[in-house]
């Protein structure tokens, strides 16, 4: 019997690669087993594969360094990843890079089966993402469970060895010995302490310090010494007026009073305020209309919650943007019509669009725009198919400023 196609699946666990490999075996594929990303592409350079299956989450070099690598020098070659820990970021990023599909394990026979024929079929189109943005996508994640070696490689052997079983680092803290005839009530090595053996019964009784007390009660009695007037310098002492003019021009003297205080006319005051309000409200001015202006960064928000809408045109309006607004369906098929933008950042749910309608809609009027997906019910699901329409980044609600911002400036980096 003819082979159906020939698989390679790559998986550092072996009761996974077996799992597979019987899985597909009855539908007729030949599948050859790989336990690591390196023996992978040992086998790749030997013989041909119809489709790659390769695990995320390997020691040594992970599945999304192993796509990228196949992506470059097998482009042909299809693929697709399955994970223990799935995430959306990581999904996006998968199809991104040129993975078909994305698979959060455990899955059943029929899921696989299903997703292979899908891909081999041609059903699943690997999304256009230009070789430059693939290049910036972030395929090292240390906070997933790596091997502790994989992750000694990228954060050194320290960190690593702090790493417990959440991922995240485990620190001693190592409590100070407490120090000998120490009294807590005076918080201090005291002699008192020493002799009695604790603290003393003026102290407990009163709460408070009697060390303390006469120190504090000295401090009150002495008398504040101020400086020697005569080592300070300054040209509000009363030197000599033409050494004052020499120092700070002629002006300043014809206001100097004998006492070393400037005083002004008032009307000259007046004049002098004018001035300077005026010239406030020319930089403010200048600095409105660049901030205003559209030039390249224009960028249009689309979310039913007026709030959302708000808080993200505040903080990229802050940078240096030009964001536009829409709440509805309407009004955003209308602003996508009529203007161009370089990048819509898209939320999932607005009343009326049905599913992906609106992104595919802007695709098919403004193919050269970047689009962010900002959502608040984010699922494995959404991630792969917004990806595979052409989403550049897929953010979870609530997102930090700096998140916003950091995802706004890689789109725009290459928008046209």
Known sequence: MQSAGKILGVDDEKRICHTVKKILSKNNFEVTQALNARDALDKMAKESFSLLIS????????????????????????????????????????????????????????????????????????????????????????????????????????????????????????????????????????????????????????????????????????????????????????FDYTEVAAATGPEYIDHLHHKGVIMRPYEELKKEFARQMKQKSEQSKVAHELMTEPVHKNILVIDDEVSVNNNIRKILTKKGFHVDQAVTKSEALKKIHASSYHLILLDLRIPEVKELELLKAIYDHRPEAKVIIITGYASIETAVETARVGAVDYLNKPFTPNGIRQATENALRFAA
């Open 55 to 238: 695990d995320i989450v390997m020691p040594d070099m992970n599945g999304l360094e192993l796509l990228k690598l196949v992506k470059n020098q097998c482009p042909l070659t299809k693929a697709f990843m399955m994970t223990a820990y799935a995430a959306t970021d990581t999904a996006a990023k998968t199809i991104r890079m040129g993975a078909l599909d994305y698979i959060p394990k455990p899955f059943t026979p029929d899921e696989l089966r299903t997703t292979i024929d899908r891909a081999l079929s041609e059903e699943l189109v690997e999304c256009k993402t230009s070789p430059e943005e693939k290049e910036t996508i972030n395929i090292i994640d240390v906070d997933i469970p790596f091997d502790q070696d994989e992750v000694a490689k990228y954060t050194g052997k320290e960190y690593a060895k702090t790493i417990g079983p959440s991922d995240m680092p485990v620190i001693e803290v190592k409590i100070p010995e407490p120090l000998e005839n120490f009294c807590e009530m005076g918080n201090m090595v005291c002699d008192i302490f020493k002799k009695l053996g604790s603290t003393c019964k003026v102290g407990v009784k009163k709460s408070l310090c009697p060390q303390k007390s006469k120190s504090q009660k000295a401090q009150k009695g002495k008398t504040a010494k101020g400086p020697d007037v005569k080592t300070l310098i300054g040209i509000d002492m009363p």
